[in-house]
Antibody, heavy 120, light 105 residues
Framework: EVQVVESGGGLVQPGKSLRLSCAASGFTFDNYAMHWVRQSPGKGLEWVAGVSWNGASTDFAASVKGRFTISRDNTKNSLYLQMNSLRGEDTALYYC?????????????WGQGTLVIVSS | SYDLTQPPSVSVSPGQTASISCSGDKLGNKLLSWYQQKPGQSPVLIIYEDKKRPSGIPERFSGSNSGNTATLTISGTQAIDEADYYCQAWDSSVVFGGGTKLTVL
């Protein structure tokens, strides 16, 4: 069974940093691109970042470019999101999502999310 | 930036057909996906590449995409289909529609 489990969320002050992790299982991790998608409380979905199967290519939403980095460790079947210079508008539930292929930009498995609250 | 526009809400009676639209400039030239999100749950992919259904998704869910509008159609809508539905495409970046709350009443 495909499973992705996020961790690392919490309460953080504006301007600080946080690192999210996503542990994957049930599929050949290094065959697929991976993504982070967030959802602010009561709002819609927003794609945050994506990384290719081998980590060589990354892409970011304009709202986080230059502040967030995405990476993966295929030896550990893990995905990461390093979030720096956090702002109040980054408050959201962050989902780890598996791509349907190597870069199809279709998200066929989602975790339960990890909540990030940016507040002083 | 590219925008996908969905109606905020759609209502349907049980057993009837629900249609949820998603509009964007030349959307028919792009590949579209649809996701279902029930309250308190994570999104689930229900349609990809405009009209394909992942395994396990009921046949009552179908999709189309042409011109500037894509449509998710739910035939024989059931109470369990009550959820938020999001369309998603790629332009220069991944884009989601604002979501449509489907009420079955």
């Amino acid at each position: 069974e495909v499973q992705v489990v996020e961790s690392g969320g919490g309460l953080v002050q504006p301007g600080k940093s946080l690192r999210l992790s996503c542990a994957a299982s049930g599929f050949t991790f290094d065959n697929y691109a991976m993504h982070w998608v967030r959802q602010s409380p009561g709002k819609g979905l927003e794609w945050v970042a994506g990384v290719s199967w081998n980590g060589a290519s990354t892409d970011f939403a304009a709202s986080v470019k230059g502040r967030f980095t995405i990476s993966r460790d295929n030896t550990k079947n893990s995905l990461y999101l390093q979030m720096n210079s956090l702002r109040g508008e980054d408050t959201a539930l962050y989902y780890c999502a598996k791509d349907r292929g190597q870069q199809q930009l279709v998200f066929d498995s989602w975790g339960q999310g990890t909540l990030v609250i940016v507040s002083s | 930036s590219y925008d996908l526009t969905q109606p905020p809400s759609v209502s349907v009676s049980p057993g009837q057909t629900a249609s949820i639209s998603c509009s964007g400039d030349k959307l028919g030239n792009k590949l579209l996906s649809w996701y279902q999100q029930k309250p308190g749950q994570s999104p689930v992919l229900i349609i990809y590449e405009d009209k394909k259904r992942p395994s396990g998704i009921p046949e009552r869910f179908s999709g189309s995409n042409s011109g500037n509008t894509a449509t998710l159609t739910i035939s024989g809508t059931q109470a369990i289909d009550e959820a938020d539905y999001y369309c998603q495409a790629w332009d220069s970046s991944v884009v989601f529609g604002g979501g449509t709350k489907l009420t079955v009443l």
